[in-house]
């Protein structure tokens, strides 16, 4: 596992408009929540501090809880939101619903982020990247940031 110190951020925003607006991150699974799920993994691979972007529903006593101003500018808006709190050269970015946290965070922080690269990845099985399940470089997440406008607002990933 990765020794380097490693911050996580959670993004648990969103209008939930594909679930007709069930909160994602509130559901649960075998009795715990997505959310709860999330923070417990990267809790346990020692991430610190833990940024969780959303609204007061989302409020967790192991993180940072961080909204994204105005609301729902969408994941690049979510993750500039907290990136003024992070330190650590490592940064996990998490969507906050995702069920299997606890297998996917260790895999993540055993990955080794290539020196040519910026980060690294999961990718679903059809071979998509899945951007919101990565672990990255924080100076490239910030350097790709500061040059868009409206602060990310409704950029894409």
């Known amino acids: 596992m990765v020794t380097e110190p490693t911050a996580a951020i959670i993004l648990a925003g969103g209008r939930a408009t594909r679930l007709g607006g069930v909160d994602k991150p509130s559901i649960m699974v075998g009795g715990v929540s997505l959310l709860e799920r999330v923070v417990a993994a990267v809790a346990g691979a020692g991430c610190a ?9 989302h409020a967790h006593p192991d993180a940072i809880l961080v909204q994204e101003s105005p609301p729902f500018g969408g994941p690049v808006a979510a993750i500039a939101a907290a990136l003024p709190h992070v330190t ?19 895999a993540l922080m055993d990955a080794r982020i290539p020196a040519d690269a910026d980060g690294v990845c999961a990718v679903d099985d059809t071979g998509r990247q899945q951007w919101l399940a990565g672990r990255y470089r924080t100076e490239a997440i ?3 940031i500061g040059v868009l406008r409206n602060g990310g607002r409704d950029a894409s990933m």
């Open 49 to 57: 501090p833990i940024v969780i972007v959303g609204g007061d529903a």
């Open 88 to 106: 650590p050269h490592a940064v996990l970015l998490l969507a906050a619903d995702l069920p299997w946290a606890d297998a996917l965070v260790p």
């Open 142 to 144: 910030r350097s790709a």
